[in-house]
């Protein structure tokens, strides 16, 4: 799946809005894996430090949930 990012805003803001919008429209549903920090930085071609910050940001907001040595979930909340 390819994704144009505008390089004018916050990459990071950008693929965190995308992930919450996979997560809204069912394409990661509740208790689901999101991909990892490597899986995004393929997908949108960006560096590793940039796909942490996203998803430090989907965990600060509640969406996702970290689980050591597992990976990256969504959590059961309605957004």
Known sequence: MSV???RSRPIWRQVAEVISKRIADGTYPPGSRV????????EFNI??????????????????????GLGTFVTDHDY
């Open 35 to 42: 991909p990892g920090i490597v899986e995004l930085s393929a």
């Open 47 to 68: 560096a590793v430090s940039t796909a942490q910050k996203a998803l430090a940001h989907l965990r600060d907001t509640g969406q996702v949930r970290t689980e050591l």
């Open 4 to 6: 144009d990012l505008d």
